[in-house]
């Protein structure tokens, strides 16, 4: 029962808790952006850098850096704090924390699975996946042919297998394939997740359902601009929609039968927590609509910070500290490319 949470929850999640919050104080300010943005060389990054929490994991990097180099030790940092929590997690938050992780498992399968469609060699895609997103049988995903002999070979031992039920077809994979196979899994997954914290009540329910309706809420108007002119039709794109967030159901009807952005545009304003981010927008634009995206899910997710005792701030951290390797790497990418003018174009300021 909500309100209830004070009495039990520190038995088992107060350590954790106190972690996450701790961890959370490390990540980079305004100030630190500024400073990030006005860097003449990836060094320069390196050496601001060093005096935040990334400075032990770049210290022994030799010059000259790359872009990957700092993106790949950034993300160390986060998967060693994760893994910290994991260990130290009793159920039901070590359950939640795994949760957390089957984004990316979803994103590596389907990077594998393009990448070996397009005859690239496994070893340099497995470099590539996100670490967090690992599991055993990865590597031997290359050896599939169609979505039955993916399932039957590889996932059927992974935490994604329940979510394979509604995309098996003995259809050959190609690009449209695996692109409605993404979704589908992201469908389920999210659906799965929505449903587990609906189960543990209390705050982590309240907290975590407005988290998930708004990325629902996002994967859905995504879904339809990118399917806007491609074969998929009507009825295949509301297939790809989840069952739950604010759209769910009279907006996914009305983002079925869009033909273009200013009719998604004219479906999104009659909402008023998305009517914000697309005012930001000139009619007919889509590339500023990300980054819209991601500013209003910082926020949401800084507000998770707000209240105590439930599980959404680990949830909300692990998303803060992806935003924040992607503002790194937009900038180190910017100095290294020498296009400082744009530098600003993607930052998300976090605090």
């Not at 990316?104 to 340099?124: A, Y």
């Not at 031997?140 to 002999?149: C, D, I, K, P, S």
């Not at 914290?197 to 996002?218: H, N, P, V, Y």
Request: net charge negative.
């Amino acid at each position: 029962m909500y309100g209830f949470e004070a009495m039990t929850f520190n038995i088992h999640g107060g350590y954790l808790e106190a972690i996450v919050r701790g961890h959370r104080s490390g990540l980079l300010t305004a100030a630190d952006y500024n400073n990030l943005c006005q860097c003449e060389t990836l060094d320069d990054i390196k050496m601001h850098l060093s005096a935040t929490e990334y400075g032990p994991y770049l210290q022994n990097e030799p010059s000259p850096l790359h872009t990957t180099t700092i993106v790949e030790k950034c993300t160390l940092k986060l998967v060693d704090e994760y893994k910290h929590m994991l260990c130290q997690a009793t159920e039901p938050l070590s359950t939640f924390l795994e949760y957390i992780t089957y984004g990316h498992m979803i994103d590596n399968v389907v990077l594998i699975v393009t990448g070996t469609l397009h005859e690239r060699d496994v070893q340099e895609l497995l470099e590539k996946c996100h670490p967090l997103g690992m599991f055993d049988s990865i590597a031997t995903l290359a050896v599939a042919q169609n979505m039955r002999e993916l399932y039957r070979l590889v996932l059927v031992d992974t935490p994604l297998a329940p979510y394979f039920s509604e995309c098996i077809t003995s259809e050959d994979l190609d690009d449209m394939n695996i692109e409605i196979m993404r979704n589908t899994l992201y469908k389920a997954y999210l659906e799965d997740f929505y449903r587990f914290c609906q189960k543990l009540g209390g705050a982590t329910a309240e907290i975590m359902s407005d988290l998930l309706a708004f990325e629902a809420d996002r994967r859905a108007v995504n879904i339809t601009i990118n399917s806007i002119g491609t074969e998929l039709t009507r009825d295949d794109r509301r297939k790809l929609y989840s069952s739950f967030g604010l759209l769910y159901p009279y907006g996914h009807e009305e983002l079925a039968v869009c033909e273009d952005i200013d009719q998604v545009r004219g479906c999104m304003e009659k909402y008023p927590p998305y009517q914000s981010i697309f005012s930001k927008l000139s009619y007919g634009e889509t590339q500023m609509l990300d980054k819209a995206f991601y500013e209003e899910e910082v926020k949401r997710l800084c507000l998770a910070f707000e209240q105590q005792f439930h599980y959404g701030v680990f949830f909300a951290y692990m998303r803060l500290r992806e935003q924040e390797i992607r503002n790194l790497m937009w900038i180190s990418e910017c100095v290294a490319q020498n296009q400082k003018s744009r530098v600003h174009d993607s930052v998300v300021f976090i605090f």
